[in-house]
Structures are given as C-alpha cells and as structure tokens.
C-alpha cells in the first residue's frame, strides 16, 4: 500500500469511529426522548408506570449491549433500533387497552394529520395579534395559508388594530358589485377607511356573518349575533354584528363594547350640580312623564337606563317593555314585546302590564301609537314613565310629545320633566393645546373664561426631542372619549299650564328666569373647564337634529 494510500484509510477509519458514536447517541437522545413522554402519560392513565420504566430500562441496556456484541455495526444499529421501537410499541399497544378510547393513541396517517393540523392552528390563534371567539367565548379557528377566507381575516385584524386602540364604537362595510366601503366611528365622528376591493370586501362580510352564526345564503333579511374579539395588549371586546341587503347592496356593521358604553354612572354623565339637583326632583316626584330627547346616537340609552338606575328595584317595581333587552338592570323586570306581535297585541299586551300596577315604567323603543300614549295618559298620576324621544331641545320635545298624544292638554298636565343631551368628544388630556381666547368673541358666545384666561383645543400631536409626533394616548386623534352636555326642565303647574295652553314663548321666558341652562350653556360650561373646546360644541350643536 503506497504512503497515500495508508493516510486516506487511516482517515476514513478515524471518520467511521467517530461517526459510530454520534449514530449511538441520536438514536438513545430520540428513544429517551419518547421514553419521557411515555413515562408521563403511565404517570396520567396509571398504566403500570413502575413496571414499564423497568421495561424501557432494560430495552435501553439491551439495545447497548447488542451495539457492543455484534461487530458489524449496521447489523447492530438495526438490531438496537428494532429493540427500542419494539419497547415503544409494545407500550402503545398495551396502554391503548386500559385508557378511554378518545384517549387511544392510532398510526391512521389522517389522525397524524389532524393532531398536527390542530397543533399548527394552535399556534397560529397563539401568535395572532387579533383572536376571534365566538358567543361562548371559545377560541374560533384562524384561516391560514392557501384558505379564501384569510385574506378576509387579515382585512379584520388591521380593521380591529385601527379601531380599538381608538375606542371606536362601531365599524361598518359596505359592498355593491360596483364599489365598497369601509367606515369606522371614534367617539361619534366617521372615519373613512381604505376599503378592500368588492369581492374581497363580500369575503370579510361572509366571514363575519359566518363565524357569529348568521346564514351566509340570506342577504336581504336582518341577521344578528355575537362575536368577542381578543386583541394583544387591549383585552377581550365584545362584538354586536348586524347584517342586511338590498337587490344592489349588502352591508354588515359591528357594534365594539356596547353594553359597557350603555352602562354609565348617573355621576359621571357630565350633568351640572344644579342639573344633579333638578334630576333629582324628577326622581322624588310620583308619577308623571320624563321624556329623554336626543337625536340618535347622542347617548339617549344611556341616559334613559342611568335614569331608570337611580331608582330602587328592590323597594319598587321598575318595568321595562321593550322589542329587546339592551342592558339588564338588575332586580328589575323586563318584558318583551309579543313575537312579530301587531301593534295592537303590543299595545294589549302593555295595558296588561300596566295594571300589575309598577311604580316606574321605561319604555326603551318610545311610543308606537296613540293607543300607546292613551294608555299612558290614563296612568301618569300613578306610575313614572320614561320614554325616549327624537328631538333637538326640551320645547321640541314638549311638542313632539303633545303631537303623539292627540289632546295637548292631558298631555301636558301628565308631564314631569324634559332632559335633553348632546355628546360632546373629550380632549385627550395628554396632548392638548392652551392658548389665549379673544375675550369678545367669547363674550358673544355667552362663555365666561376662567380665572387665568385660558382655554383649550385639540392637537393630536406631542413634541418628543424636537420632533413633532402623533400622541401616544389618543393615537392622534385629539379626542378620547365622551361627556354629555344637558338641558334638564322639571315643569311646576305654571309650566303646564302654559304648555297646555300653547303659550310656548311664554314658557320658554318662565324655564329660563327658573334657572334652566340651555344645552350650549351647559356645553361651554364643559369648554371652560378644559374638558372639550369651541369647535367641538360648535360641530355638535349645528349639526342637524
């Protein structure tokens, strides 16, 4: 054997005696591995665990000891391997007899491929920034990879992580064969989003529909139901989906925490003290109608249910007779109005209730017809009623509520009192800008500075090293949440008497030398005390009614 001969077979023997080891010790990393699992699953199914860890031990030296004895090592390696898997086997073997059959461990290749189906979609509802769930709160698969539907699921996530980080209350799309639509509402105002493409936007609206129980197939009917979403570092949130088309569109909205922006503390609605106090008339008084006006979404609810809380359920009898529950008050009793009833067995079924005989009765969807507001007539002397109203002040609500009532006068003589609200946008606090206002332009508004002066308005921006950013806190918005602006009237018998009488100036001059602050008074009281600024109460209160 020539010299280069002997050194390339003194390598290749160097070579194989160090791979033989690394062999050994990848098969007995792998098999202790397994051993390990087992182990734990004898401890959880009590499988003989004693017996099986002296069965695995000794497979473990027999396996050595063949690799030993046997001296063509690939004779041994398969001969140690077939001991091991043999170990292996015969624990499945035995363990898939003493435990439940949904517990049985299979070698179907399509149970594998379910297990690890199941694992991937594990880890990807784990990684996702945005978790569905859906009305019993489980966890809702995530579409991934070459699925439609994911696409539609990354349109809702970016959707939802521009959303909630911005306490937005209602989201919408909208989609017809020509154009979509994207729309989300911060604190009452419409922002405009990038919309998805018409078929990508129908996918997102059919994934929704889907996953809170909806029927894709129907689109012109009204469908409802419930999601929760879960989002990294903002919490669970629940979702109220709606949905309904016509021949040429088909939109679907989702209301975000709506049960917890109806549930306000009557303390913390926005209302004056001498407001406070005047409610408080409303409360001590028997009988009677308070009418609760408000366009819509400028916290009618709210205020009706805040309203309806202040009074006992447990020392008198709050009723409400509503289409559906929005929010339960506790300890009183809520009656639905009959299935698809006609507005006669609903009006049949609420003069039955009235002689039950409550002390207050809230009637959430207002009133649907004169037989409706007779009923109420006939028991205002006994019963408190409040009722919701559209309409832009307490005179157009005292007006719109003798219009309903048929005979002006009863109606005015059941009236307790009027409170009107309009919600006004907080600034966010963080990032607000102070300045000097011009004291007669303020003067003309009727708006009294405070002592140093100073007032303030939206920014949305702050100044880090120099550099102008968007705020960290309302994302630069420049608002973060809402406060109510109030006009609260509780009539005495003068007061009834000119409403009866029509003498609608008359009773507007008597409400003010009473002390009533109108809704802008009550609004730029909020600007004075730097909670919202002048364009705001300028855009609510123009806005039309």
Request: hydrophobic share 45%; charged share 25%.
């Amino acid at each position: 054997m020539t010299p280069l001969a002997e050194a390339i077979h003194a390598q290749s023997a160097v070579l194989v005696s160090v791979l033989k080891p690394l062999v050994a010790l990848a098969v007995f990393t792998g098999w202790g591995a397994v051993v390990g699992l087992l182990d734990k699953d004898a401890d959880y199914f009590y499988v003989q665990r004693r017996m099986w860890s002296a069965i695995h031990i000794a497979a473990g030296i027999l396996a050595v000891l063949l690799l030993g004895a046997v001296p063509i090592f690939a004779v041994s390696l398969i001969l140690a391997l077939l001991v091991l898997a043999g170990d292996i086997a015969g624990y499945v073997l035995v363990r898939n007899t003493k435990v439940p059959k949904e517990a049985r461990w299979t070698w179907d290749y399509r149970s594998v491929l379910h297990k690890y189906e199941k694992r991937q979609q594990e880890k990807a509802v784990a990684k996702a920034p945005v978790k569905l769930l859906g009305k019993d709160e489980a966890f809702l698969e995530i579409p991934m990879g070459e699925d439609p539907q994911a696409k539609a699921f990354q349109i809702f996530t970016e959707t939802m992580e521009f959303a909630v980080p911005r306490n937005a209350q209602k989201v919408e799309f909208t989609v017809s064969k020509e154009a979509s639509d994207l729309r989300v509402w911060l604190d009452g105002v419409e922002y405009k989003q990038v919309a998805p493409e018409p078929k990508l936007a129908l996918e997102v609206i059919n994934f929704l529909k889907a996953r809170s129980g909806m029927d894709v197939a129907e689109v012109r009917r009204k469908q409802t139901g419930k999601l929760f979403v879960q989002i990294e570092g903002y919490g669970r949130h629940q979702l109220l989906v709606s949905s309904i088309g016509t021949t040429r569109s088909i939109s679907l909205n989702f209301e975000i925490d709506a049960d917890k922006r109806k549930d306000v503390p009557f303390e913390f609605m926005g209302y004056t003290e001498a407001q406070k106090a005047d409610v408080g008339k409303l409360w001590n008084a028997q009988g009677r109608v308070v009418l609760i006006a408000t366009p819509s979404g400028h916290g009618g609810t709210t205020t009706l249910y805040s309203l309806a809380k202040k009074h006992d359920a447990y020392t008198t009898t709050v009723m409400f007779y509503e289409r559906q529950t929005t929010l339960e008050m506790e300890g009183a009793k809520h009656v639905k109005y009959p299935e698809n009833g006609s507005n006669e067995q609903i009006d049949t079924a609420f003069a039955a209730l009235l002689r039950s005989e409550p002390s207050v009765m809230v009637l959430p969807n207002g009133i649907l017809d004169a037989a409706m507001a007779t009923n109420i007539l006939a028991e205002s002397e006994a019963i408190r009623f409040y009722i919701p109203i559209p309409a832009k002040d307490t005179l157009s609500a005292l007006q719109a509520w003798q219009s309903s009532c048929g005979d002006p006068k009863a109606a005015a003589n059941a009236m307790g009192g009027v409170v009107s609200e309009r919600l006004l946008r907080r600034l966010c606090h963080t990032c607000r800008v102070s300045y000097q206002p011009d004291r007669e332009a303020m003067r003309k508004l009727n708006l009294s500075l405070p002592a140093d002066g100073v007032l303030y308005k939206a920014s949305g921006k702050v100044v880090a090293r120099e550099k102008e950013l968007a705020c960290p806190d309302c994302l630069g918005v420049g608002y973060k949440g809402r406060i109510g602006a109030f006009e609260v009237l509780v009539l005495d018998n003068a007061a009834r008497a000119m409403l009866a009488g029509g003498r609608l100036e008359e009773l507007r001059v008597h409400l003010r030398k009473s002390g009533m602050k109108t809704l802008q008074e009550s609004a730029l009281a909020h600007v004075a005390s730097g909670v919202t600024d002048v364009s705001e109460v300028t855009r609510v209160l123009n806005a039309a009614a």
